[in-house]
C-alpha cells in the first residue's frame, strides 16, 4: 500500500480545462431537474427563487475562490473545514460534499436515460443510466487530462447546444404563455405563493450545483493562484447567463405546466414548437445528452476526488487513497462512488420515504449536502480570516464581509427552508451524516490534508 504522504496528483490542466470543469460540472441543471420547481412555485416564483439563489452562488463563488486559491488540495471544503476547525469540522464539510457529489450523478444518469428513451422507447432509462456509470467510470480511471480534454470539448457542444435551443423556441417565445399561472398555478401573487418559491429552492440550486466541484480539481491544476479565479468567475457567468435563457425560453414557448414534472423538458419544449418530426427536435435530443454527459462525467471526477482526499487523510479506509499504477488516478474511489450510484437508481426507498419521483428525491439529497458543505466553506473563510491572518492568499474575497456573510445567510435560509418542506429526507441525510461523522471522527486514524 502506498504511504499517505506520497500519494500525490499529478499537475496537467489548464484554465480551460478548469473553465471546461466548471461549467460541466453544472450544465445538466439547465438541461433537467430545474423545471420540477415550476411545480413547486410556478413560473413567475420560480423566477424569484432563482435570481435569488443566483445572487447566493456569485457570493459564494467569489468568496470560495479565496479558499480555493490558498488552500489548493483535491479535499476542497474538507481542506479548508479541516484547517479552521479541526477534524469534526473536517468531517462534517467532507462528508456533506461527498453526499452531494456521490447523489447529484444517478439523477442525471437517470436523465441521460430518459432523453435516449426519445430516441428508443424499448431502452430501460435504468438500464441506460447503468451503462452511462460503466462508460464513463472507466474513462476517468484512463487520466485525467484525457478525462478534462473530453469534458472541456462536450462542454462546449453543450454550451452551443443550449444556444440553438433558445433560438429555436424564440420565434414562439410569449410572456402571456410564461406568466399564465404563474404564481404556484394562480394568476396572481398570494401569502400561499411564498411557501411555493421555499419549496422550489433545490430546484433553483440544481441550476449551478457542483460547480464547486473545481476545487477538488486544484491539486492537479498548473498555476492554481492564477487558473482557477479565472475558471470560476467565468464559468459562474457562463452559467447564470444559460440558466436565465433556458428557463424564460422553455417557460414561454407554450404550456410550462407540461414541462414542470419531467426530465427532459428541453425536447418536450421543442417539441411543442416544430414538431415531432423536425430535424431540430431529433438534434437537441442527441447534442442535449452532452450536457449531461458533461456533469455526469465531471461529478464522477469530483466524487472520485473527495474520496480519495478523505481517505488520504485518514477519514476513510486508505485503500480508497490508492492511484492506478499507470494512469495515476484515484480507481478505487471511482469505481465506489460509481457503485453507490448504481444503486441509487435501481432502489425506490427514497421514493417511499419522501413521496416524490426519483429523480427529485436524489437531487433533494445532494442539495442538502451541497447547503451545509456552502455553510462550512463560509464559516471556514470566515475563521480563517481571524486565525490566520498572514496565510497567503493569492486571491481575496470581494466586498469582504458582506458577500460571504449574504452568502452564509442565504445558504441556512435554504437549508431552513428545505428541512422544512423535505423533513423525511432531511432525516435520512442527517442519520447518514452522523453515521459517517461519528466513525470517521473516533474510528478513523486522521492525517492532516494540508
Known amino acids: 500500500m502506498q504511504d499517505h504522504r506520497d500519494v500525490t496528483l499529478a499537475k496537467t490542466l489548464n484554465v480551460f480545462h478548469l473553465w471546461g470543469i466548471a461549467v460541466g ?3 445538466s441543471g439547465e438541461y433537467f431537474g430545474w423545471s420540477y420547481g415550476w411545480g413547486q412555485a410556478g413560473t ?5 427563487t432563482t435570481v435569488l439563489i443566483a445572487l447566493l452562488y456569485v457570493a459564494f463563488i467569489f468568496s470560495f475562490t479565496e479558499l480555493t486559491t490558498a488552500i489548493p488540495q483535491a479535499g476542497g471544503p474538507f481542506a479548508y473545514s479541516y484547517r479552521a476547525f479541526g477534524r469534526v469540522g473536517g468531517a462534517i464539510a467532507g462528508f456533506a460534499t461527498l453526499i452531494e457529489f456521490v447523489f447529484a ?5 437517470l436523465a441521460i436515460g430518459a432523453y435516449l428513451h426519445v430516441q428508443f422507447p424499448g431502452l430501460e432509462p435504468k438500464h441506460a443510466a447503468l451503462g452511462a456509470y460503466v462508460i464513463f467510470v472507466l474513462l476517468n480511471i484512463i487520466g485525467v487530462r484525457i478525462a478534462a480534454t473530453f469534458e472541456l470539448f462536450v462542454t462546449l457542444l453543450a454550451v452551443g447546444e443550449l444556444l440553438v435551443f ?5 420565434p414562439a417565445f410569449s410572456w402571456a404563455n410564461f406568466a399564465a399561472g404563474g404564481w404556484s398555478g394562480q394568476s396572481h401573487f398570494t401569502l400561499g405563493s411564498i411557501g411555493g418559491m421555499f419549496a422550489a429552492i433545490p430546484f433553483a440550486i440544481w441550476f449551478f450545483l457542483a460547480i464547486e466541484g473545481v476545487a477538488m480539481a486544484a491539486e492537479e491544476a498548473r498555476e492554481p493562484r492564477r487558473t482557477i479565479p479565472i475558471a470560476y468567475i467565468t464559468g459562474i457567468l457562463t452559467l447564470t447567463a444559460l440558466a436565465f435563457g433556458v428557463m424564460i425560453f422553455a417557460g414561454g414557448a407554450g404550456d410550462w405546466k407540461a414541462l414542470s414534472n419531467i426530465n427532459d423538458p428541453l425536447p418536450q419544449a421543442m417539441r411543442g414548437v416544430v414538431g415531432t418530426s423536425s430535424g431540430w427536435l431529433h438534434m437537441l435530443v442527441w447534442l442535449g445528452l452532452f450536457g449531461l454527459i458533461a456533469s455526469f462525467h465531471g461529478i464522477i471526477m469530483g466524487y472520485a476526488r473527495q474520496i480519495f482526499a478523505l481517505s488520504r487523510a485518514g477519514f476513510l479506509p486508505l485503500v480508497f487513497a490508492r492511484l492506478h499504477p499507470r494512469f495515476r488516478t484515484p480507481d478505487v474511489a471511482t469505481v465506489a462512488g460509481g457503485l453507490i450510484g448504481v444503486a441509487a437508481i435501481y432502489s425506490d426507498s427514497l421514493v417511499a420515504i419522501a413521496g416524490q419521483s426519483l429523480t427529485a428525491s436524489i437531487v433533494t439529497m445532494s442539495v442538502f449536502g451541497a447547503l451545509v458543505m456552502y455553510l462550512m466553506s463560509m464559516a471556514s473563510l470566515f475563521r480563517l480570516r481571524r486565525t490566520e491572518p498572514g496565510l497567503d492568499r493569492p486571491f481575496r474575497a470581494p466586498l469582504y464581509p458582506f458577500a460571504p456573510g449574504f452568502a452564509l445567510v442565504m445558504a441556512v435560509v435554504a437549508l431552513a427552508a428545505m428541512v422544512y418542506y423535505n423533513f423525511e429526507l432531511f432525516l435520512v441525510f442527517a442519520a447518514l451524516m452522523a453515521i459517517l461523522v461519528t466513525v470517521a471522527v473516533f474510528a478513523g ?5 494540508a
Open 25 to 27: 460540472l453544472v450544465i
Open 44 to 48: 413567475l416564483g420560480f423566477l424569484i
Open 105 to 109: 450523478p444517478p439523477a442525471i444518469a
Open 166 to 170: 433558445m433560438g429555436v423556441v424564440v
Open 445 to 449: 486514524k486522521a492525517r492532516s490534508p
